[in-house]
């Protein structure tokens, strides 16, 4: 196979848990590369002259890692720009390693630990391993090795399907010609795939072109953007062929808006051939991304997120829609973007009290994702770009599972459904989203009877002078607009219950009278 036109600026190293496929993939990858990849097990193999598990039968563990460090640290000293070499999955406990991995593009293949041991564990593999005969070691193995691999990544591909160490491949080779401190998420979605890249600097121009998912020779930028957003940030993109420039706000997702931007962008020569960059926070890109999915019956869509909600939550997933006077977001469409560029420092322009809305988002993400999320939110730790990934990779995971809201999916709902309702009773104008949405989280959690994690939740959103009483809006009111939301299939709008931060439900009935309580609770402000 002949090499891409574009080699990649740094070696690239694959490195990741036991069964994730790092030796698979870096050898797709050299292929399509022009080369061969570098294996440190079987090169090590070869240097012992016999298996990996007789050398731990042999020596020990202690022994083989001293071997394992020498050979590793020997590839990644040799290793050349383009070249591709994958590492044993216990190499980077080794400072050495990680001391030596710097210079070069390091890709965490993700896979979680009962995938993991389904493909590895209890001796069921092709060779034996070492560390997988017992299974609640090798998950606790899995779990002390985690934050490890996240903290060396420079990017993270899941190890899912076929050959997706080539389908990232692109994204890859841009993001080793970027300046160190960059962050490549791989998304992945029944309807496509797509990068996602982090990074302060992002949209100086340089570094914007040069992770740019779209080719700008065949495919023409037609910003979409809003008043306060454009002015900042829409001369970063470089040249835009159209800008487009709605006025800020949530009571201004509308159609009436959407059909402004068919019509201008009509005007601007748009093609099928082109693309649209959504540049803005959670409006921009829930009206433009649903403009994307209808101008000529689709075209691709770049999300250039400038608000905390934005990178954290609404950018990715490819929900697109647009609100109704009578409820929000009730028309709209699935268009999964074609990449998401994510620059931290547009939030230094952000108000203190859209950053504030923005932090509710990282509050639900993480009571979702439990573990060590939870326990960073949990904390009052101030939401950074290790928080921004985290978000991200939760809601791409709980995506990637299910696309369409048809089960898992429906967790990213927690505290949206009484959060709408109280959005649409105020004519979008009273409460933020992130402001509705976390009393709508309280609501929730009161539901779910869950009292002290209501406390916790509540001294949070306070910490951060976001509302946790009504402003006297009408009790009845709110449950009636509660009852017309979008996710209503029956007789029944189905809730999303907590019983613990980590262990969320869907689907859950919610007696009428039981819903008028919570919301005359926080009517009440306790």
Same mark, same amino acid.
């Given at each position: 196979?002949?090499?891409?036109?574009?080699?990649? +600026?740094?070696?690239?190293?694959?490195?990741?848990?036991?069964?994730?496929? =790092?030796?698979?993939?870096?050898?797709?990858?050299? &292929?399509?590369?022009?080369?061969?990849?570098?294996?440190?097990?079987?090169?090590?193999?070869?240097?012992?002259?016999?298996?990996?598990?007789?050398?731990?039968? %042999?020596?020990?563990?202690?022994?083989?890692r001293a071997a394992e460090e020498n050979l590793a640290c020997r590839l990644l000293a040799?290793?050349?720009?383009?070249?591709?070499?994958?590492?044993?999955?216990?190499?980077? /406990?080794?400072?050495? !390693?990680?001391?030596? #991995?710097?210079?070069?593009?390091?890709?965490?293949?993700?896979?979680?630990?009962?995938?993991?041991?389904?493909? @590895?564990?209890?001796?069921?593999?092709?060779? =034996?391993?070492?560390?997988?005969?017992?299974?609640?070691?090798? @998950?606790?193995?899995?779990?002390?090795?985690?934050?490890?691999?996240?903290?060396?990544?420079?990017?993270?591909?899941?190890?899912?399907?076929?050959? !997706?160490?080539?389908?990232?491949?692109?994204?890859?080779?841009?993001?080793?010609?970027?300046?160190?401190?960059?962050?490549?998420? *791989?998304? &992945?979605?029944?309807? +496509?795939?797509?990068?996602?890249?982090?990074?302060?600097?992002?949209?100086?121009? =340089?570094?914007?072109?040069?992770?740019?998912?779209?080719?700008?020779? &065949?495919? %023409?930028?037609?910003?979409?953007?809003?008043?306060?957003?454009?002015?900042?940030?829409?001369?970063?993109?470089?040249?835009?062929?159209?800008?487009?420039?709605? &006025?800020?706000?949530?009571?201004?997702?509308?159609?009436?808006?959407?059909?402004?931007?068919?019509?201008?962008?009509?005007?601007?020569?748009?093609?099928?051939?082109?693309?649209?960059?959504?540049? +803005?926070?959670?409006?921009?890109?829930?009206?433009?991304?649903?403009?994307?999915?209808?101008?000529?019956?689709?075209?691709?869509?770049?999300?250039?997120?400038?608000?905390?909600?934005?990178?954290?939550?609404?950018?990715?997933?490819?929900?697109?829609? $647009?609100?109704?006077?009578?409820?929000?977001?009730?028309?709209?469409?699935?268009?999964?973007?074609?990449?998401?560029? $994510?620059?931290?420092?547009?939030?230094?322009?952000?108000?203190?009290?859209?950053?504030?809305?923005?932090y509710v988002e990282v509050l639900k993400t993480a009571l979702i994702a439990g573990g060590? /999320? *939870?326990?960073?939110?949990?904390?009052?730790?101030? !939401?950074?770009?290790?928080?921004?990934?985290?978000?991200?990779?939760?809601?791409?995971?709980? $995506?990637?599972?299910?696309? %369409?809201?048809?089960?898992?999916?429906?967790?990213?709902?927690?505290?949206?459904? $009484?959060?709408?309702?109280?959005?649409?009773?105020?004519?979008?104008?009273?409460?933020?989203?992130?402001?509705?949405?976390?009393?709508?989280? #309280?609501?929730? /959690?009161?539901?779910?009877?869950?009292?002290?994690?209501?406390?916790?939740?509540?001294?949070?959103?306070?910490?951060? +002078?976001?509302?946790?009483?009504?402003?006297?809006?009408?009790?009845?009111?709110?449950?009636?607009?509660?009852?017309?939301?979008?996710?209503?299939?029956?007789?029944?709008?189905?809730?999303?219950?907590?019983?613990?931060?980590?262990?969320?439900?869907?689907?859950?009935?919610?007696?009428?009278?039981? #819903?008028?309580?919570?919301?005359?609770? #926080?009517?009440?402000?306790?």
């Open positions: 196979m002949s090499s891409p036109a574009v080699t990649p +600026g740094r070696a690239l190293v694959f490195v990741g848990f036991m069964g994730a496929g =790092k030796s698979t993939v870096a050898a797709e990858v050299a &292929s399509a590369l022009g080369g061969e990849a570098l294996d440190s097990d079987r090169l090590l193999e070869q240097a012992l002259g016999h298996s990996i598990a007789e050398e731990f039968e %042999r020596g020990g563990e202690q022994a083989f040799e290793a050349t720009p383009g070249s591709v070499i994958a590492l044993g999955g216990g190499s980077v /406990l080794s400072a050495r !390693v990680r001391e030596a #991995l710097k210079p070069h593009l390091t890709v965490l293949l993700d896979i979680d630990a009962q995938t993991a041991w389904r493909r @590895v564990g209890g001796g069921a593999s092709r060779e =034996k391993r070492p560390l997988a005969a017992d299974r609640d070691a090798f @998950v606790a193995l899995h779990a002390s090795r985690v934050g490890l691999y996240e903290e060396i990544a420079d990017a993270i591909v899941p190890a899912i399907g076929s050959r !997706v160490g080539t389908r990232a491949l692109s994204a890859l080779s841009a993001l080793a010609r970027t300046p160190g401190g960059t962050k490549l998420l *791989w998304a &992945s979605a029944a309807s +496509g795939e797509y990068p996602v890249l982090v990074g302060r600097g992002l949209l100086q121009m =340089k570094v914007c072109e040069a992770v740019w998912p779209l080719d700008r020779a &065949s495919s %023409r930028p037609f910003c979409v953007s809003d008043t306060s957003v454009a002015p900042l940030y829409a001369e970063r993109l470089g040249d835009v062929r159209e800008l487009v420039e709605i &006025s800020p706000g949530e009571r201004h997702k509308t159609l009436a808006s959407a059909e402004a931007v068919w019509s201008a962008l009509v005007a601007g020569g748009m093609t099928r051939a082109d693309h649209i960059v959504a540049l +803005g926070g959670g409006v921009v890109g829930d009206l433009a991304g649903f403009c994307a999915a209808t101008y000529q019956r689709g075209v691709p869509v770049v999300h250039v997120p400038t608000t905390l909600v934005a990178q954290v939550d609404s950018a990715y997933g490819g929900k697109t829609g $647009v609100d109704l006077p009578q409820a929000k977001n009730y028309v709209g469409a699935y268009h999964q973007p074609v990449g998401v560029i $994510v620059d931290p420092d547009t939030l230094q322009t952000l108000p203190e009290q859209e950053l504030a809305a923005g060590e /999320l *939870w326990r960073r939110v949990a904390s009052g730790t101030e !939401v950074d770009e290790r928080t921004i990934l985290a978000c991200a990779r939760t809601k791409l995971a709980v $995506v990637a599972e299910d696309e %369409r809201d048809s089960g898992r999916r429906q967790v990213l709902n927690l505290g949206h459904t $009484v959060g709408h309702a109280l959005e649409t009773v105020t004519n979008y104008e009273r409460y933020r989203h992130g402001e509705a949405v976390g009393l709508g989280l #309280l609501a929730a /959690l009161r539901l779910s009877g869950t009292p002290e994690l209501r406390v916790t939740v509540r001294e949070l959103l306070a910490a951060r +002078g976001l509302p946790v009483a009504l402003d006297g809006e009408d009790t009845e009111e709110i449950v009636a607009a509660t009852l017309r939301d979008k996710k209503r299939t029956g007789a029944d709008v189905p809730f999303v219950l907590i019983q613990a931060p980590g262990e969320v439900s869907t689907g859950c009935h919610v007696p009428s009278q039981e #819903l008028y309580t919570a919301v005359s609770e #926080l009517q009440a402000g306790v």
